[in-house]
């Protein structure tokens, strides 16, 4: 049973920066797992932020596409999402998730992104505010 477990969520001012962290456990191989990020608001829809395979292909949702950037460190069982220029809009808990995928499986990425719940595991989330 595979176990997420988000970290770096907080206050940020409108224009800042901040990096979320989330760390992978109950498997010995995360090269065989696409990962990603989703996050969900008061009153908006579940949204896919990003994802990547094991190879480090990325998709984006458009709102985050240019300000975020997802990666991942396969040796530390280790997904990280940069947000940069952070607005308002951006507000919300941050999920990490992931789903067993081949490498260079480019449609399950797209899928995560499109439709987050498509993925097989997901952490308790990390909360993010930005100050306006």
């Known amino acids: 049973q595979v176990q997420l477990m988000e970290s770096g969520g907080g206050e940020v001012q409108a224009g800042g920066s901040i990096r979320l962290s989330c760390i992978a456990s109950g498997d010995d191989d995360y090269s065989k797992y696409c990962m990603g990020w989703y996050r969900e608001a008061p009153g908006k829809d579940r949204e896919g932020v990003a994802a990547?395979?094991?190879?480090?292909?990325?998709d984006y949702g458009p709102s985050v596409k240019g300000r975020f950037t997802v990666s991942r460190n396969n040796a530390k069982n280790v997904l990280y999402l940069q947000m940069n220029s952070l607005k308002p809009e951006d507000i919300g808990r941050y999920f990490c998730?992931?789903?067993?995928?081949?490498?260079?499986?480019?449609?399950?990425?797209?899928?995560?992104?499109?439709?987050?719940?498509?993925?097989?595991?997901w952490g308790q989330g990390t909360q993010v505010t930005v100050a306006s």
């Open positions: 990547l395979d094991s190879d480090g292909s990325t």
């Open positions: 998730m992931a789903d067993k995928c081949n490498p260079r499986d480019y449609d399950v990425v797209h899928a995560m992104v499109v439709n987050p719940t498509v993925a097989t595991y």
